[in-house]
């Protein structure tokens, strides 16, 4: 059996860069950086199959049982029983530091390593579940009384609304969960917290509420809108459909991964840009807090592979069609996408955006030749025609890239709200840099 870190299909071994690109935050970093030099594992080791291998171990957690942590390669398939807040955990990220400083060998694996491996293949090529008419009813219905709440809302006044306090909109966001539309609710609750909280907050709220009364007509005439815009109606409510006939085949940069964590709920999204295509994706799973398993692609790193994009009037959302693989950035060119754009272009791209899809949350903004700098109410950037774009008021990393940048421009990336920029990456040196994994500074 070969010794290289990762049996890829160009042996390209998983280098720290990549493995920190995988981090969540700074905190789990630092503690898989300290495990694995600890060298504290009961057991670990490599499983081979004929198209992917399994390396696994075994952390000890004091009186508990043992961690049992595993990452199939080369899909980077990362999955832990640890429990944690954080996906991935720190025992995933150190088995994987373990391995990059001195390559694991092949043995026998355990039964749980054995069955984990059989699983993860399984679940690689698992078709998406198809959205139940049941589903879509209850989702219906539950838009249709939000829609009747909402108006009684707008006919009190926002005012009067902000002054019954929060709990009216948090139990409306409630019944919309009930009744399956998980992101709906998101965005009641985002609103909620809305009332009353700056100046401007009515001019903030009322375009959002005009968005949701417009997925509520939307549902009640489903079935008579295209596909595209049926496919941004499902996404909107959180009934993702299947993917359709829109399928590209290219090398994939990841350019940036979050996770958001609502209710008992955990939603994963990288977001990657064909080098070939120029095409965006953004590869979005949920599953419970409870569960630390699935998916986990780098930040800097290249993927082969085909994806399948849902429908949608501006298509972002995709499946990978088969599994994707790791591939060598060296044997790529354009890896680093340094094509960024200004400011004017990025926002103007979503409003386009915006306007083919109106449920368009957020949106993929890859610019270049920008300047960080402080602001009163914290940091924004600056292009050289003098146009500015906030950056989110508890950003903790500005420091970080105006030292970084010294008096040079830098090439970003991050997900638009339509408000403010949210940095995900940075490219330095020609590789980007997973912006979580560094400490946050006041």
């Known amino acids: 059996m070969s010794s290289m870190p990762v049996e890829y299909t160009e042996a390209q071994p998983l280098t720290r860069r990549l493995i920190e690109g995988m981090a969540p935050d700074n905190g789990t970093w630092r503690a898989a950086d300290t495990l694995a030099r600890s060298g504290k594992v009961e057991a670990h080791g490599r499983a081979s199959a004929a198209d992917a291998s399994l390396l696994w171990a075994a952390f000890p957690e004091g009186q508990r049982p043992a961690a049992l942590a595993s990452v199939v390669l080369p899909h980077l ?14 025992h995933g990220l150190a088995l994987l530091l373990l391995d990059q400083t001195a390559p694991l060998t092949d043995s026998d694996p355990p039964l749980w390593a054995a069955a984990r491996l ?18 879509r009813a209850a989702v219906a219905a539950g838009l249709d009384e939000m829609a009747r709440w909402l108006n009684d809302q707008i006919d009190r006044g926002l005012v009067a609304s902000a002054a019954a306090g929060h709990r009216p909109w948090l139990d409306a966001a409630d019944r919309l969960t009930d009744a399956y539309a998980p992101d709906a609710a998101r965005e009641l609750r985002e609103m909620a917290a809305e009332l009353g909280s700056a100046p401007q907050w009515p001019e903030r709220l009322l375009p959002r509420l005009g968005r949701l009364a417009l997925l509520a007509q939307a549902f009640r005439r489903l079935d008579a809108l ?49 080098l070939s295509s120029g095409r965006w994706a953004l590869l979005e799973t949920v599953q419970s807090v409870r569960q630390l398993e699935g998916l986990c692609l780098p930040t800097g790193g290249l993927f082969d592979g085909e994806l399948a994009f849902q429908p949608s009037a501006w298509p972002l959302v995709a499946s990978p069609v088969t599994a994707l693989r790791l591939v060598d950035a060296a044997s790529r060119t354009k890896a680093t996408g340094e094509e960024g754009r200004n400011i004017a272009a990025a926002v103007a791209a979503f409003a386009a955006g915006r306007a083919a899809n109106p449920w368009l949350r957020l949106f993929p903004l890859l610019l270049g030749d920008v300047f960080v700098e402080p602001a009163p109410s914290g940091w924004r950037l600056r292009d050289r025609g003098g146009r500015l774009l906030p ?21 970003l990336f991050g997900e638009y709200d339509g408000a403010m920029l949210t940095p995900l990456s940075v490219l330095h040196n020609a590789h980007w840099h997973n912006l979580a994994a560094w400490k946050a500074m006041p």
Do not use: K, N
């Open 226 to 274: 295209p596909l595209a815009e049926q496919g941004d109606a499902l996404v909107a409510a959180g009934l993702p459909p299947r993917p359709g006939d829109d399928r590209v085949a290219d090398t994939w940069l990841a350019l940036g991964r979050r996770q958001r964590v609502d209710g008992g709920q955990r939603t994963l999204g990288t977001w990657l840009r064909g």
């Open 391 to 411: 950056l989110p008021p508890r950003f903790g990393h500005g420091w970080q890239l105006l030292a970084l940048a010294g008096e040079q421009p830098l090439t």
């Open 118 to 135: 059989d699983a993860a293949r399984s679940a690689l090529h698992a078709a998406p579940t198809p959205i139940d008419s049941v589903r």
């Open 77 to 90: 398939c990362v999955a832990c029983t640890c429990g944690g807040a954080r996906f991935p955990c720190r």
